[in-house]
């Protein structure tokens, strides 16, 4: 079982940036994928954004060219660099390995001016 700890979020102005962190308990080199999501207030969870252990990357469009996920085998560890971020981002960001019920407990994004 591993476990997934979200860092990182916090209130920022529209505009601004945010980095994510996302550490495992043990290693994430067998994860072909990982991937971040996120929850706004009354809609469901969503798909951010997904990385395979290929370097391959894949975003919604909605943050496309603002966002950038990465992951580091080595450290067990998945990031979100959020640049330009726009209110209609606020929401909880979760780290998550897909097909599987590995879920991390969430990092509070809130962009207001």
């Known amino acids: 079982q591993v476990q997934l700890v979200e860092s990182g979020g916090g209130l920022v102005q529209p505009g601004g940036s945010l980095r994510l962190s996302c550490a495992a308990s043990?290693?994430?080199?067998?994860?072909?994928?990982m991937g971040w999501y996120r929850q706004a207030p009354g809609k469901q969870r969503e798909l951010v954004a997904l990385?395979?252990?290929?370097?391959?990357?894949k975003y919604v469009e909605p943050v496309a060219g603002r966002f950038t996920i990465s992951r580091d085998n080595a450290k067990n560890s998945l990031f979100l660099q959020m640049d330009n971020l726009k209110p209609d981002d606020t929401a909880v960001y979760y780290c998550?390995?897909?097909?599987?019920?590995?879920w991390g407990q969430g990092t509070q994004v809130t962009v207001s001016s």
């Open positions: 043990g290693s994430i080199s067998s994860f072909s994928t």
């Open positions: 990385v395979m252990s290929s370097g391959t990357t």
């Open positions: 998550h390995v897909p097909y599987t019920t590995y």
